[in-house]
């Protein structure tokens, strides 16, 4: 069965520093989600995806944090200076249509010192 | 503020008993509801969706939904232990894109 892949599962990171999170969404897929889910909290939404733009974006998605999808399967996450609070964990989200659901990969889980 | 409130319980259950999980919603462009499950340390998973008003059944899952009430609901029945984790509720708005916004979860105990 297909499923939406991210790598790493781990990253640790020092503060300032740039990440990348990737996310390989299943193949036939058109629209792609960020999650991330800081400890013991609610799985809070980051931006959507769809047709090779943002179509929604969220008030934590600030000019820290970019998307793209660099080839015709990868979908990544960088987020430029990163802080103490952007430790979470990140999910990646796919969808074929727009009445499917989103299917989440495992996760990556961030942590900034 | 869209809002989707959920109790965090544990809500424990003997095993094959039946779990009710329960959430509200506060906005009422939200037009689709999704329950997931979520282990400790793990990703979301999909358990079941519903989109119309009344009762939806997938083995021993039900989902009920009534937008009058703007409120959802999920049924376990024949609880098993292997059920324990913390279930998600999520509501998404009837449009392609679909954020979804999710509860804080309630945790379900089964104990054998």
């Known amino acids: 069965e297909p499923e939406v892949t991210q790598t790493p599962s781990h990253q640790v990171t020092q503060m300032g520093q740039e990440v990348i999170l990737r996310c390989v969404p299943i193949s036939n897929h058109l629209y792609f989600y960020w999650y991330r889910q800081i400890l013991g909290q609610k799985v809070e939404f980051l931006v959507s995806?769809?047709?090779?733009?943002?179509?929604?974006k969220s008030e934590i998605f600030d000019d820290q944090f970019s998307v793209e999808r660099p080839d015709g399967s990868n979908f990544t996450l960088k987020i430029r200076s990163t802080k103490l609070e952007d430790s979470a964990m990140y999910f990646c989200?796919?969808?074929?249509?727009?009445?499917?659901?989103?299917?989440f990969g495992p996760g990556t889980r961030l942590t900034v010192l | 503020q869209k809002e989707v409130e959920q109790n965090s319980g544990p809500l424990s259950v003997p095993e094959g008993a039946i779990a009710s999980l329960n959430c509200t919603y506060s906005?009422?462009?939200?037009?689709?509801f999704f329950w997931y499950r979520q282990y400790s340390g793990k990703s979301p998973e999909l358990i079941m969706f519903i989109y119309s008003n009344g009762d939806k059944e997938d083995g021993r899952f039900t989902a009920q939904l009534n937008k009058a009430s703007q409120y959802v609901s999920l049924l376990i029945r024949d609880s098993q232990p292997s059920d324990s984790a913390t279930y998600l509720c999520a509501g998404g708005e009837n449009t392609g894109f679909q954020k979804l916004v999710f509860g804080t979860g309630t945790r379900l105990l089964v104990s054998p």
């Open positions: 989200a796919s969808k074929w249509g727009s009445t499917d659901t989103q299917y």
């Open positions: 906005d009422r462009g939200s037009q689709s």
């Open positions: 995806f769809y047709n090779n733009e943002i179509s929604e």
